[in-house]
């Protein structure tokens, strides 16, 4: 077991997770694999992520971003090979090649909005329907790569199919009051990760790129049945107490 690290130099597991967005599964199973290991823990066995841990961290997902497996990326770290500032500065440009894509794709929306005014009742709401379809693929485009969204156009059916029934049981559960941590309600949560695996191939990645986007986006929770009473029930399901 790893030496006990200050309290005030490292952060548990849960608190790395909050922050930073990485799932508590993701980086157990970092650790698992041997890709990142928390270099302490409490005397209980909680584990502890320092400064170093945490660089290591970004590091990772930068790579990943970079279009990197993770085996790839475990090579690139274990050689030495990595330029932290090239990572950076990579990483950077490809935010900004993203964000140019989205600047060009509002100012077509804004022109077609001007260009809609004053339409009628029909065309209003063929407007809407236009626009929630182009704010879906905005958003799908921050998300995931070209690659991986044709992944999802080919799994939609089958994921909602594997998805949706897991979802409606959750919600389910928490009408009826089940206590999130209840092991039949982690039962479901484990259901629903497996779902989720699923629609992705075991592409660790992806999964949590799907996470990612169920996380922040309202409307995708929307688009599948995740209310927000559901969203912070799940919140409690995976509030991992820090081992």
């Not at 005030?8 to 890709?35: D, N, Q």
């Not at 950076?88 to 090649?97: F, Q, T, Y």
Request: aromatic letters at 4%; glycine letters at 6%; proline letters at 5%.
């Amino acid at each position: 077991m790893a030496n006990p690290v200050e309290p005030k130099a490292a952060l548990k597991v849960a608190a790395v997770a909050r922050r930073t967005g990485v799932s508590v599964r993701t980086l157990h199973y970092y650790e698992e694999i041997g890709l990142l290991k928390p270099s302490g823990r409490t005397r209980s066995g909680h584990r502890l992520y320092t400064p170093a841990d945490i660089q290591r961290l970004q590091q990772i997902r930068s790579l990943q971003q970079l279009g990197l497996s993770l085996s790839a990326v475990a090579d690139c770290l274990s050689d030495g090979s990595v330029d932290a500032r090239q990572v950076v500065a990579d990483h950077l440009a490809k935010i900004e090649a993203q964000r140019r894509d989205l600047e060009r794709l509002s100012v077509q929306l804004r022109k077609l909005a001007r260009q809609l005014e004053g339409g009628s009742p029909d065309d209003a709401q063929t407007t809407e329907t236009l626009l929630s379809a182009l704010e879906l693929i905005t958003m799908y485009e921050k998300y995931f790569t070209p690659a991986q969204q044709k992944r999802l156009e080919a799994h939609a059916q089958s994921g909602d199919e594997v998805v949706t029934p897991v979802i409606q049981e959750l919600e389910a559960a928490r009408q009826r009051g089940l206590p999130p941590r209840d092991p039949e309600a982690q039962r479901l949560w484990q259901r629903f990760q497996e779902a989720v695996e699923s629609v992705s191939d075991g592409d660790s990645d992806m999964t949590q790129r799907i996470f990612k986007l169920l996380h922040d986006e309202k409307k995708a929770r929307e688009d599948h049945g995740i209310s927000e009473e559901l969203f912070a029930y799940l919140g409690s399901m995976v509030d991992d107490p820090g081992h």
